[in-house]
């Protein structure tokens, strides 16, 4: 498990823009369960998360076009027990952090694997996921 000062900065880069942090098992039950569309995602320590995957994601919800109702994250090897039961969502897709995932009244319809991420700019990361917004939202 990280340390709490290595990773609260890297959590406050996405709950100070409007996301909501799922802690436990069951808040991440409770949560995926909301009608509309809902963006997760999974926060990671590692540079592609850093320098892509969380900004391409701020850069998204803040378009001006169509957005998920609900925006919302966990953190992996920090919020354990969260990330464990948020995985169960995500299934078939392997684990992977960081992982950006948009669902619709529950149901998984957009992924992000890191593959998709590493290497990325943030540009491209937010097109995608302007697409599926537009798409879903």
Request: proline fraction near 7%; hydrophobic fraction near 40%.
């Amino acid at each position: 498990m990280y340390p709490a000062e290595i990773v609260i900065p890297m959590k406050e880069e996405l709950t100070d823009h409007g996301f909501n942090e799922m802690l436990t098992a069951s808040e991440v039950d409770a949560q995926l369960k909301q009608q509309g569309t809902t963006l997760v995602m999974v926060n990671s320590v590692c540079g592609c998360s850093a320098g892509s995957a969380r900004p391409g994601v701020l850069m998204a919800v803040t378009n001006g076009n169509k957005k998920p109702d609900h925006l919302l994250t966990s953190f992996a090897g920090f919020d354990l027990d969260a990330v464990k039961k948020l995985r169960e969502h995500l299934l078939p897709y392997p684990p992977s952090s960081p992982a950006i995932a948009l669902f619709k009244d529950g149901q998984l319809v957009h992924m992000i694997e890191r593959h998709q991420i590493e290497g990325r700019p943030a540009q491209v990361i937010a097109h995608n996921l302007i697409a599926a917004f537009d798409e879903y939202c």
